[in-house]
Structures are given as structure tokens and as C-alpha cells.
Nanobody
Framework: HVQLVESGGGSVQAGGSLRLSCAVS????????MAWFRRAPGKEREGVAS???????GYADSVKGRFTISKDNAKNTLNLQMNNLKSEDAAMYYC???????????????????WGQGTQVTVS
């Protein structure tokens, strides 16, 4: 079965950087879209960044220019490089996947069938 396991979360000062990773197993789709979502306390879960099997990427306006999503096919991991972190970036971050190739990329929850358990990011 498909399993997504996030890692890399932690506590960082504003202006700092973190790199999140999501180990993907049991996912055999030749076409796919994968994404990072986040949920801050008291807020709805929101899409942050997405990538498809063609390497196309899409970002929420709030993170454009600061976050970079990438897929390491050799290691089968989904990554999110987060730079210049702000207090409003603090949240639980989730990776998500689907066998659908979205183009343009989609950042709404119902577009993704598989989800990880999340990794916490704290920005002070």
C-alpha cells in the first residue's frame, strides 16, 4: 500500500531555512502529482506547492520565491526547501500524492488521494 512519511521539521528562527522530505513507498503510478500542504493552528489546511511527473511545479502566492518543491526519483522522496521562513509559515506540513497528472498543478485537498502524517515546523 502507499505510504508517505514526512521528516525534516523542527524549530527555526525567522529568516532561517528548513528542508522537508517525504519518503514515498508503494506508489507505482507512472503519472503523478505530489504536493505539500500545511495547517496552522485554528486554520484550514492549505496547499503550498505541487509537482507532477513532468517536473512542472506550482506554488501558493504566499511562498513563491521562498519555497522550492522537488522530486528525487532515485531516492523516491519529495522535498520542500523552505528559505526566509516567516512566523506565518509555522504549521504542520503534510505531503500528498495522486496518480493523476495535474496540469495546471492543483493545490486543493480533494485532488490528492494519499497523505502522510505530517511534520511540525515552528518559526520563532
Amino acid at each position: 500500500h502507499v505510504q508517505l512519511v514526512e521528516s525534516g521539521g523542527g524549530s527555526v528562527q525567522a529568516g532561517g531555512s528548513l528542508r522537508l522530505s517525504c519518503a514515498v513507498s508503494g506508489f507505482t503510478g507512472k503519472t503523478y502529482s505530489m504536493a505539500w500542504f500545511r495547517r496552522a493552528p485554528g486554520k484550514e489546511r492549505e496547499g503550498v506547492a505541487s509537482i507532477n511527473d513532468l517536473g512542472n511545479t506550482g506554488y501558493a502566492d504566499s511562498v513563491k520565491g521562498r519555497f522550492t518543491i522537488s522530486k528525487d526519483n532515485a531516492k523516491n522522496t519529495l522535498n520542500l526547501q523552505m528559505n526566509n521562513l516567516k512566523s506565518e509559515d509555522a504549521a504542520m506540513y503534510y505531503c500528498a500524492a495522486t496518480t493523476n497528472r495535474y496540469s495546471p498543478l492543483q493545490l486543493f485537498q480533494s485532488a490528492y488521494a494519499y497523505w502522510g502524517q505530517g511534520t511540525q515546523v515552528t518559526v520563532s
